[in-house]
């Protein structure tokens, strides 16, 4: 049987910051702004991102999930520059995206916002197939053989120093049927979110405000992987679902800077495979090495064998 490759990176925090004009300061953007300037761009480095997203170029996994937080304070100009990294990650039917809370800064005029990254925020034809997107855009699938992508979106945009995010009773009504229906169907379900999805992983500024409905849904309606960002680190819970044991893995940024000897940035393999007696899901980690130049593998763990 073949092996599915995905890639899993989070928290792209493009930069470099586009000059910004006085009238797109206004409101919350000029909190992220300033603090932007005064320390988040040295958190935050795009050559680090460089020699990661060449990494995952370099290995040409099956396909590479995006999950959130590709901009800062959501300046029009920081939507067309992430635009243009996502096409030199890949065409969009190799590269899945869904917006963070940072994408969702401010309420914009779509057209000058996540409008622009469309091709990777919406379904395949296979996914389409399945179950066709709500007019809302959320959820929608991404079909490949047995594997199967349920993109969420949980940005929202919220008051300053808020980071909070909700995936709301829209998307949580049609996920529950879908989850249910894709598992019938022998599916491999990846869930993509932006926020942690289980209760307490984060606090309440920063926290998915449904977070325990849709820890409900996963659980009563199975999932095999969630995957998700937000918290700029690696953890992994186990979460027990009608359907075994599914995995919910965040996952480090992809541009944080190596500090001291704690190397940051990461991105995460997964090698999916479909066994005669169930699924193998390996988790291969890639970091940014103490030098910055290059990455290598800083972990390999099988996450589920049947
Ligand atoms: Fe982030
Ligand atoms: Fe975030």
Redesign the pocket.
């Known amino acids: 049987m073949s092996v599915f490759t995905l890639a899993h990176l989070?928290?792209i925090?493009l930069g470099p910051m586009p000059r910004a004009r006085r009238r797109d300061l206004m409101s919350k953007r000029m909190l992220g702004y300033v603090n932007w300037h005064q320390g988040r761009k040295l958190v935050h480095q795009r050559d680090v991102l460089e020699v990661l997203t060449r990494d995952i170029i370099e290995r040409n996994p099956d396909h590479i999930a995006v999950t959130?937080?590709l901009v800062n304070i959501g300046l029009p100009g920081e939507f067309e520059m992430a635009a243009e990294w996502l096409r030199e990650l890949g065409p969009p039917d190799r590269v899945t995206a869904i917006p963070?809370?940072?994408d969702a800064y401010v309420r914009l005029h779509p057209e000058q916002g996540t409008v622009r990254w469309l091709p990777y925020m919406q379904s395949n034809e296979a996914g389409e197939k399945l179950s066709p997107t709500p007019a809302s855009g959320f959820p929608f699938l991404r079909r490949f053989g047995d594997i199967v992508l349920v993109a969420l979106s949980s940005a929202i945009p919220t008051l300053p120093f808020i980071a909070a995010g909700r995936v709301g009773s829209a998307q949580r009504a049609l996920l529950r049927p879908l989850l249910e229906e894709l598992g019938r169907q022998g599916l491999f379900r990846v869930v993509l979110i932006h926020h942690p999805p289980l209760p307490g992983q984060v606090g309440w500024r920063r926290g998915l405000r449904d977070a325990a409905a849709l820890t409900g849904i996963l659980k009563e309606s199975g999932t095999e992987l969630v995957l998700h960002?937000?918290n700029?680190e690696q953890t992994e819970y186990e979460l027990e679902t009608i359907s075994g044991t599914a995995v919910v893995v965040g996952v480090p940024?992809a541009s944080e800077a190596v500090s001291g000897k704690i190397p940051a940035a990461r991105y995460n393999e997964y090698r999916i495979k479909k066994l005669k007696n169930g699924w193998e899901c390996e988790m291969v980690g890639r970091i940014v090495g103490e030098d910055a130049l290059t990455v290598r593998e800083c972990e390999r763990k099988l996450l589920r064998a049947p």
Do not use: F
């Open positions: 989070s928290d925090h959130g937080d963070g809370n940072h960002g937000h700029h940024s």
